[in-house]
């Protein structure tokens, strides 16, 4: 049986497949979600101030981002690639809206603080800790999502991995904004970014290997 043929048998198949791909998602995310909220309690906790921050508008500004304009998007396209005749299209426009606002947040800030202090903004105190907590955070999310994906028959395994990747690291980012003080956009838009690409680069190169059928 070649490519197209096995393709094909699959899509004849999808309305049986959809459902249990749907369901092993949502438990895989549950148990991602459970692992790594257990290890941030455990190693990480609040950030002191956590009552004050939150009345902030830039402590709230992060959970925009991260488990809304990022996560949900990623997780719905995670799912819609697990098919075996899935196309990006209009899905992966979705996942540019964490982005615009990020532009748009880092845009504010930028005409609201003087120029002096932007580096220091962007550096934050945090940078080094975030770049290593959000990819370990991600670790468990990311390993159920591509088991998750692989009981579908992703016909992108790399971009399905890398999806992956951004729902894990998003997950990942949205506990540690619990735990970091630097609420900047600036800090949000560089750090926070840069690390879900790393575990998006990670969940890209095994993905590869691990969805391939």
Not at 122 to 142: E, S
Not at 143 to 166: K, T
Not at 171 to 185: G, I, N
Request: aromatic residues 8%.
């Amino acid at each position: 049986m070649n490519t197209q043929n096995l393709i094909d048998a699959h899509v004849a198949d999808r309305e049986s497949i959809d459902a249990p791909i749907a369901t092993t998602i949502a438990l895989a995310m549950a148990l991602g979600f459970t692992v790594s909220a257990a290890v941030f309690v455990w190693q990480l906790g609040w950030r002191p101030d956590i009552g004050q921050a939150s009345q902030t508008v830039r402590f709230l500004f992060k959970f925009v981002v991260t488990p809304l304009a990022a996560l949900v998007p990623a997780i719905a396209l995670a799912a819609h690639l697990a098919r075996p005749d899935a196309n990006p299209g209009m899905w992966s426009w979705a996942l540019l809206i964490a982005p615009t606002l990020l532009i748009a947040g880092v845009s504010a800030e930028l005409m609201a603080l003087p120029a002096n202090v932007w580096a220091a903004k962007l550096i934050g105190t945090n940078a080094r800790i975030c770049l290593t907590v959000i990819p370990l955070l991600a670790i468990a999310p990311l390993a159920a999502l591509l088991f998750a994906l692989s009981r579908g028959a992703p016909s992108e395994p790399r971009l399905a991995g890398a999806v992956a990747g951004i729902v894990a690291g998003a997950l990942a980012a949205t506990l540690y904004a619990f735990k970091c003080t630097d609420d900047s956009p600036l800090f949000v838009a560089t750090w926070y970014t840069i690390a879900i690409g790393v575990v998006a680069l990670a969940g890209s190169l095994i993905g590869e290997r691990a969805l391939r059928w």
